[in-house]
């Protein structure tokens, strides 16, 4: 057996008995009296114990991890760390694994004895015990911070801010102006690996954690909490919002597996279902309804669908055509909105009336003893639907926002159109498009301030 013999004094300790020559003297002693004849010595000098950053210490867990000794032994365990964490660390980390045995003499702390195995175990809850209670107490009080505003700290700040200690908040700095115009320029239709190259980032996934991050519009989000931050807003919460939700329209078209303009917006105005791309010889590609051709049922609206194929290439030139009209001439958007709200409005008021007057004639007929229970139910269910008739009405200022985001992206249709490569095209219908309907020689166009909450 080849022992380790470890021994550490730092300046302030030198004159108290732990002197280097002591430690050796007794080490030597306790292992003549263990019949180890073959040892070495592992000897910091002026060291502090409160971490094992040690040059010696460092090179004795070498030897324990390539097997050049068996046992290590110390005077003392303040001698080995003054840290129980370190020492536990070393002991369970380096020793155990590696197969060596540790001594503390004065501690009789013997890795060898079922006592000292035992006693690793003790130390070994208390420790995680001390590190769970540490935790808890970090936790909380890192939670009163963020509820009260503060930056929770830690070193992954959001790109775009700095840390004020002093103030302890985020601090827009000079990237802040970037992060602002990622944000304009995703809405825009550009993709996330487009404004990487843009801005000369190395990773995609870096413009996507930027604009998803809520820090940007004020926001602090903590464990799943989310809460509202001291910190100077880069975006506003209109802009970040609309960022969100261009995202999930996206994802929900699945923007990244679709390699044409139109895929997901197309609709059957015969049969309801939904229309795909399809290649055509060599010409290109032609639009058909997922009824007349496909093997999967649930696609499926008509068997016997009519409906003719058309030119892809027509279609889509048709919507940029109308996108461009927008453009060039905005007040036709406000034009069609309004239509859309009164023919929409006008509908509601007829079927709230229709479902009161139902109401009073039920009412009537319950008073008569009439049909009771039916008829409470009836009740129930016609207030029901005035109530999601009225919510309606709510609706109509969420649709005037979004008349005139509308009007942002497809006012600059014109600057950006073609410098987009063919997927920043697609995400930029996408923003723009809800659905495009084809019934025989008609292309009915809808768009994404027309879509239904």
């Known amino acids: 057996m080849k022992a380790g013999l470890y021994c550490r004094v730092s300046t302030d300790l030198q004159n108290e008995g732990y002197s280097i020559e002591a430690q050796k003297e007794l080490l030597r002693s306790f292992c003549a009296a263990k019949e180890i004849s073959e040892y070495e010595y592992y000897i910091d000098g002026g060291f502090t114990g409160s971490n094992i950053e040690r040059p010696m210490l ?26 129980q964490k ?11 694994p590696n197969g060596v045995d540790f001594i503390s003499i004065s501690e009789n702390f013997d890795t060898t004895t079922p006592y000292g195995k035992a006693m690793i175990g003790i130390l070994s809850v208390f420790a995680q015990l001390e590190r769970e209670t540490i935790k808890e107490r970090t936790r909380m009080g890192m939670k009163e911070r963020v509820k009260n505003g503060y930056w929770p700290g830690g070193g992954n700040l959001p790109f ?33 690996d487009s404004i990487a190259r843009h801005f000369s980032l190395k990773y995609e996934r870096l413009v996507t954690q930027i604009i998803k991050s809520k820090a940007n519009c004020g ?16 975006v506003t919460r209109e802009l970040y919002g609309e960022a969100q939700s261009t ?22 105005g015969v049969c309801g279902a939904k229309m795909r791309y399809q290649k055509w010889g060599k010409k290109g590609h032609k639009i058909c309804c997922y009824s007349q051709q496909s093997s999967k049922e649930y696609l499926i609206k008509d068997k016997d669908c009519t409906n003719q194929k058309y030119w892809a290439h027509e279609i889509e030139q048709a919507v940029v055509d109308e996108l461009k009209q927008f453009a060039l001439n905005p007040s036709l958007i406000a034009k069609r909105a309004n239509e859309a709200d009164d023919a929409s409005l006008a509908k509601q008021v007829k079927e709230i009336s229709d479902l009161r007057k139902k109401i009073s004639k039920l009412l009537d007929l319950i008073v008569d003893g009439v049909a009771v229970e039916e008829g409470k139910q009836k009740i129930k269910d016609m207030e029901n639907e005035i109530k999601r008739l009225n919510a309606a009405y709510i609706s109509a200022s969420e649709k005037s926002l979004r008349v005139e985001g509308f009007t942002d992206k497809v006012n600059r249709i014109d600057d950006v159109w073609d410098r987009l490569d063919a997927q920043e095209k697609r995400s930029l219908i996408i923003a723009l498009v809800d659905k495009v309907v084809l019934n025989r020689n008609e292309c009915d166009i809808f768009y994404t301030f027309e879509a239904q909450d």
């Open 219 to 234: 926001l602090i989000e903590y464990n799943g909490e989310v809460y509202e931050g001291r910190h100077e807003p880069i």
């Open 247 to 268: 995202m999930e329209k996206r994802k929900k078209n699945n923007i990244r597996s679709g390699k044409n303009m139109l895929t997901g917006l197309l609709y059957c």
């Open 58 to 83: 460092e090179a004795l867990i070498a030897d324990c991890k390539s097997n050049e000794i068996d046992i290590v032994i110390v005077y003392k365990l303040d001698r080995l760390s003054r840290s």
């Open 160 to 192: 775009g801010y700095s840390y004020d200690s002093q103030q302890g908040i985020l601090v827009p700095n000079q990237n802040a102006p970037v992060v602002k115009r990622m944000y304009e320029m995703y809405i825009d239709g550009m993709s996330a």
């Open 86 to 96: 370190d020492t536990l660390y070393l002991i369970e980390e380096v020793f155990i």
